[in-house]
């Protein structure tokens, strides 16, 4: 990931002009150093609520897929058409 050096504020900084970085975040994210280290990001609603989105996306996906992948257990070796009308059967039975 590439950050621009003026998309980063140091948290002294941040502390004087707060809505000033306020303001610039709205655009791009804001990087905050301590210690000359990325700290912090400040961010948008918008790019927040974006990227929360995306990432329980990606954790739906991940979880699907371990589903998908797990072994299933089928010891008489039925066809899935016979396993559906096996339980449309006994649904239908409790029904009268």
């Known amino acids: 990931m590439n ?3 003026d998309a980063m504020v140091s948290t002294t900084d941040i ?3 707060f809505g000033k970085y306020l303001a610039a975040s709205k655009k791009n994210p804001v990087f905050i150093l301590k210690n ?3 700290e912090s990001v400040l961010l948008d609603i918008g790019t927040y609520k ?3 989105e995306a990432y329980e996306l990606v954790q739906d996906n991940v979880l699907a ?4 992948e797990q072994p299933t257990i089928n010891p008489n070796d039925q066809d899935v058409f016979d396993i559906i009308r096996e339980v449309g059967a006994v649904d239908n ?3 009268t």
Do not use: L, T, Y
């Open 36 to 38: 000359n280290e990325i």
């Open 3 to 5: 950050i621009d050096m």
């Open 65 to 68: 897929r371990e589903v998908f």
């Open 93 to 95: 039975a409790g029904k």
């Open 15 to 17: 502390s004087k002009s």
């Open 50 to 52: 974006k990227m929360v």
